[in-house]
């Protein structure tokens, strides 16, 4: 049953009286409370400051204490502090704190270390005059303390000591500049004062706030007899000009700025508190004795929690909802329902049968009757009929008293549609229902789980179960196996927007929009959502309102479109960040959380988070700690980094998030952790910048470290050019080397050359025999004498022209094979008539040889063979012959052999006429000295073989083998 719109306006009046006069009923706003076992070191605390890097710090009587929003950091005498009762701390303009003790003495605390008296110069010259209370710094940048007899001024570095002129109260009294940067004195007040940013002074006397600017002192505020009769520890004006006041035994007094003489919101009533302030966020700081510290959040006046510290409620709130009448009902896990109006809190009688365990799942009212749904069943509870029982469904078959865990309830056309475990049907409330009654409609009791019921305007209803989502018409159900891949968790809310789209909430994967049997879009944490788990959704007009475990995500949803989401969590009011159910109106929203109800002013806006103050608190490049205010540059073996920092927020400590990057191009790295590190890096320029924020605000401005990494000296650009002129030197160097071993190469080569040629000219010599000369000429000369003219004309003939072919060949170094073997056919037809037919010879030429092409080396072959006519063939009485065969022996090279069947070479030696073996010896040891300066010049294989043709016979005969190259050049 929906509300008519005249009843939600007359809700939201009702809604909107009661918490304007909040102060009527007993009501709490939402703090946070810190003591000694969040880690303070004492729950006594005598003064709070919150420094310019935003650090809060407490001092205690057991030392002080510094909180970043999540750790307390805790200094005693151990650590350096002058001793452990510090009454006042302050900050001066260059960042140190100043902490002054009970008995006298001062240290302060600056870049990571405390100074005293035993180890900073200035700090052993301040005097001890017994107890200091207040701390100062003027225009001068001078520092007062505050003693009980006058003052201590620290003026550079040196010190004196200036006596109050009057004391009618016990304590040096205050010391404020005005704007001529002249001190003025205060003395007669009773503790309580603040500096405010413009340096004027904030202070309580007798009955009275009063506020010391220049030189003139004006009232601000005259307090009643009720709170003036109380002991005034301290107060403080915040940014939105609120005047608070902390007192010794009655809580905390705040009046507003608007209005001083408006009555003032009084909260911790009853607690004795020490001192107060604010800090940059606007939270509100009070000190404790013996209770700790509290933070009262900017959302005093907008957010009211109920739990065990002020009502009934318990901190597991599971349910809410809110009457026809205005009231809001709480369903909590112990199975007790609480009533809250302007009377207070009440706890409903309804019957519970002493569970320790039963959460209230749901809770629908109709007129006067609550059916209420919970872990063992549903409970009818009608005080004006005067029920209160366990409704037992008679047509169950699967418990004899038919009561199963409810979870959800929904309101339909035809009663209180029910989704149980495993079952899901309807039953009538338009009769009186007493313990047991029909289901008139169980139209799914299918085994399987069973999650959350919705019943649309056109009367469908809708179910989820661990099949995914299904759809009751009245006749038929419908399942819609589209949602499945989207909702692998299960759905566990549904409701309807205005134009018809179902909204799922699912365990896990975030926000479904479901509309014409398609998901039309899907909101998760990626998109804004705070968490993917979500639990309830609560739609007023066109605002969604979705209850995760991580606060309580909202948006508009118009036309398909959703506009720019906000968020409840612990920073805007909520008693815890986990979220159970949610109810939303025009004027008012109620969020069921783990710590409790929290009721919230819907009328008033959203004010965006500030982004955390961000620091790198370390930097360290292996184990060296450095400074994040200089720029590095580190050796390519110092390539890894670690960095710690810290974001501070008081708001929402546990929503801080942080990234990352190394250059302004690269993709941002996103972390929850307070340290990263950086191993490895390769070379080059890096510019770490670390940004942080907190749910829903904004980035904070990056701050950044900027450092190198040198590449090894091997790739550095002067290694690069020594390599460069190291290698040019190199190459000049082997470029000399070659030219001076190609020139000496040449010398050789020109040197061997010369020495060819003039072996060739010394073979050439030896090849005109003189016996062979003056046999020819013989020959030719009895030719003549017998008057054969025609015979002595031929051998003229081929006389001249072997004289005219040694003189041509004679000034090449070599020659085709073609005319070398023409000149020995030559040579050797000559030798022939000389011994007629006692002489035969032959030259064999491979076929695979060009003649024309193939090279020898000049007058090579003519001195074996004439070695083989004279020595070999000559001392024969018979026949002689001498066989040439030319032949390829392998690749580019040409084998000779010169075969003679003569006496052989030992033989030969024995009977040779000694000047024609002067001569023939003196050939061959020309040709074997011509073939050693041929293989050098070559560089390749030339060898010469000399042996017995015929060893076996007695005339041996003998055998000559040459090897050459075939590609010699001319």
């Known amino acids: 049953m929906k509300l008519s719109y005249l009843q939600k306006l007359i809700i939201s009046f009702a809604l909107l009286l009661w918490i304007s ?47 970043d929003g999540n750790k307390f950091v805790n200094y005693t005498m151990s650590e350096g502090l002058s001793e452990n009762e510090i009454l006042s701390i302050g900050e001066d303009s260059m960042g140190r704190i100043w902490f002054l003790g009970f008995n006298g003495t001062v240290s302060y605390y600056h870049s990571g270390k405390i100074h005293n008296s035993s180890n900073d110069i200035l700090v052993s010259k301040i005097p001890n005059k017994g107890t200091l209370q207040y701390f100062y710094e003027d225009a001068y940048h001078r520092i007062w303390f505050s003693t009980l007899d006058g003052y201590i001024i620290l003026d550079n570095k040196d010190v004196k000591f200036e006596l109050a002129s009057a004391i009618p109260y016990v304590g040096g009294g205050l010391v404020y500049s005005n704007n001529k940067k002249e001190v003025n004195k205060i003395h007669n007040f009773h503790k309580a004062y603040c500096y405010l940013p413009n340096k004027t002074l904030l202070f309580y006397k007798t009955d009275s706030v009063l506020l010391a600017s220049n030189n003139s002192i004006e009232l601000v505020l005259q307090l009643n007899k009720q709170i003036a009769n109380h002991v005034i520890t301290g107060l403080t004006l915040s940014e939105d000009n609120k005047l608070w006041i902390s007192t010794g035994g009655n809580g905390v007094f705040c009046y507003d700025g608007k209005d001083y003489q408006k009555p003032p919101e009084q909260y911790l009533d009853g607690k004795v508190l020490s001192c107060i302030t604010y800090d940059k966020e606007g939270n509100i700081w009070v000190g404790s004795i013996n209770d700790g510290v509290y933070m009262l959040q900017p959302w005093y006046e907008k957010a009211r929690t109920y739990n065990s510290s002020n009502s ?105 549609g029910v989704c149980e475990g495993y079952s899901v049907g309807i039953f009538e409330t338009d009769k009186n229902i007493h313990h047991e009654i029909e289901l008139i409609n169980k139209f799914d009791s299918s085994l399987i789980r069973k999650y959350s019921i919705f019943a649309t305007a056109d009367n469908t209803i809708w179910y989820s179960a661990a099949g995914g989502l299904y759809a009751y018409n009245g006749k038929t159900i419908k399942h819609h196996p589209e949602i499945n891949k989207y909702a692998q968790e299960k759905i566990t809310d549904i409701n309807q927007t205005n134009d018809g789209t179902l909204v799922l909430a699912t365990y896990g994967n975030g926000i479904l929009f479901y509309k014409n049997n398609s998901v039309i879009y899907v909101l998760n944490k990626e998109k804004g959502l705070s968490n993917n788990i979500c639990k309830r959704i609560a739609i007023n007009n066109d605002i969604i309102y979705v209850a995760t475990a991580n606060g309580v995500s909202f948006f508009e949803y118009k036309a398909g479109k959703i506009k720019e989401l906000n968020y409840y969590t612990t920073s805007n009011g909520l008693a815890s960040n986990n979220v159970n159910d949610i109810y939303a109106d025009d004027s008012v929203i109620c969020v069921a959380t783990s710590g409790g109800l929290t009721v919230l002013n819907a009328l008033t806006k959203i004010k965006k988070n500030t982004p ?83 749910l829903d605000s904004d980035w904070s401005i990056p701050v950044s470290f900027s450092f190198t990494i040198k590449p090894p000296f091997w790739r550095t650009y002067f290694f690069y050019a020594s390599c460069v002129i190291g290698l040019i030197l190199v190459l000049f160097i082997l470029l000399r ?15 061997i050359k010369n020495q060819i040629v003039l072996l060739e000219q010394q073979a050439l010599q030896a090849m005109m025999n003189p016996h062979f000369i003056f046999n020819v000429m013989n020959t030719i000369q009895q030719a003549i004498n017998n008057s054969d003219a025609y015979k002595a004309n031929v051998y003229l003939s081929d006389f001249a022209k072997l004289i005219r072919l040694n003189l041509d060949i004679s000034v090449r170094s070599a020659i085709p094979l073609e005319e070398e073997i023409s000149y020995l056919e030559l040579y050797l037809s000559l030798e022939k008539i000389r011994f007629g037919d006692r002489l035969s010879y032959n030259i064999s030429v491979d076929k695979d040889i060009d003649e024309y092409e193939t090279l020898i080396p000049v007058m090579l072959l003519q001195p074996f063979i004439e070695n083989a006519i004279w020595h070999g063939i000559l001392p024969l009485s018979t026949n002689g012959h001498v066989q040439i065969n030319i032949i390829k022996a392998k690749k580019d090279y040409l084998q000779i052999t010169i075969t003679d069947n003569g006496k052989g070479r030992h033989e030969a030696s024995k009977s040779a006429i000694i000047q024609v073996k002067s001569h023939i010896s003196r050939g061959m040891t020309l040709t074997k000295q011509r073939l050693e300066l041929i293989g050098k010049i070559t560089q390749k294989e030339v060898s010469l073989e000399i042996t017995d043709a015929y060893p076996e016979q007695v005339n041996k005969g003998t055998l000559v083998k040459l090897l050459l190259p075939s590609n010699l050049v001319d």
Not at 321 to 337: H, L, N, T
């Open 21 to 67: 006069i909040g102060n009527i009923v007993a009501q709490e706003v939402t703090y946070k409370h810190f003591s000694f076992n969040n880690g303070l070191p004492s729950a006594t605390i005598y003064y709070i400051l919150q420094d310019q890097k935003g650090f809060i710090w407490f001092g205690t009587d057991a030392g002080v204490s510094r909180f």
């Open 737 to 751: 080397y070659r030219n001076r071993k190609a020139e000496t190469k040449r010398n050789e080569e020109l040197k």
């Open 612 to 694: 955390p103050l961000l620091y790198i608190t370390t930097a360290k490049c292996l184990d060296q700690q450095i400074s994040t205010d200089s720029t590095y540059s580190f050796g390519y073996k110092k390539n890894s980094l670690h960095f710690n920092y810290i974001a501070i927020s008081y708001r929402a400590p546990e929503s801080i998030q942080y990234k990352y990057r190394l250059n302004s191009k690269d993709e941002w790295m996103y972390t929850r952790n307070t340290s990263v590190d950086l191993l490895y890096l390769p070379d080059g320029k890096y510019q770490f910048e670390l940004s942080a924020r907190v």
């Open 312 to 416: 009934p409620l318990q901190e597991n709130i599971y349910s809410v909802i809110i009457s026809q009448s205005g009231d809001i009902y709480a369903g909590m896990d112990s199975g007790k329902v609480c009533k809250i109006n302007t009377h207070g809190v009440e706890v409903l009688p309804i019957l519970n049968e002493g569970f320790i365990h039963n959460r209230i799942t749901s809770i629908k009212v109709v007129d006067d009757d609550f059916f209420i749904g919970s872990d063992k069943g549903i409970i009818h509870y009608s005080p004006t009929k005067g029920l209160n029982h366990y409704i037992k469904f008679s047509s169950s078959k699967h418990r004899s008293d038919a009561r199963r865990a409810v979870k959800d309830i929904c309101l339909t056309n035809q009663g209180i």
